[in-house]
C-alpha cells in the first residue's frame, strides 16, 4: 500500500522499492484510495452489513490486518 511511511521508506533507498516491485503483480504498489474494501465499506453495498471481519494482505510486506 502506497503510504507515506512506504514513501519514506523508498524515498531513501530507490533501489529497494524496484526490488520490491519485482514481486507486484501489477507492478505498482495500491493507493490507499483504490482499496477495494474501503471502496465496498463506503458504497450501499455494504449497508445491511454487521459485525464482519475483513482479511486485507499486503503483499509488498507480506503483513496482514483485520479490518
Same mark, same amino acid.
Request: glycine residues 2%; charged residues 20%; proline residues 7%.
Given at each position: ?12 533507498? *530507490? $533501489? /529497494?522499492?524496484?526490488? !520490491? #516491485? ?9 493507493? *490507499? $484510495? /483504490?482499496?477495494?474494501? !474501503? #471502496? ?28
Amino acid at each position: 500500500m502506497n503510504t507515506p511511511l512506504l514513501q519514506e521508506l523508498f524515498a531513501k533507498d *530507490p $533501489e /529497494r522499492a524496484a526490488r !520490491r #516491485l519485482v514481486h507486484v503483480p501489477m507492478g505498482r504498489f495500491a493507493e *490507499p $484510495e /483504490r482499496s477495494p474494501v !474501503r #471502496l465496498f465499506l463506503a458504497s450501499d453495498d455494504s449497508s445491511f452489513m454487521t459485525a464482519s471481519t475483513f482479511l486485507v494482505t499486503v503483499v509488498s510486506t507480506g503483513v496482514r490486518h483485520a479490518l
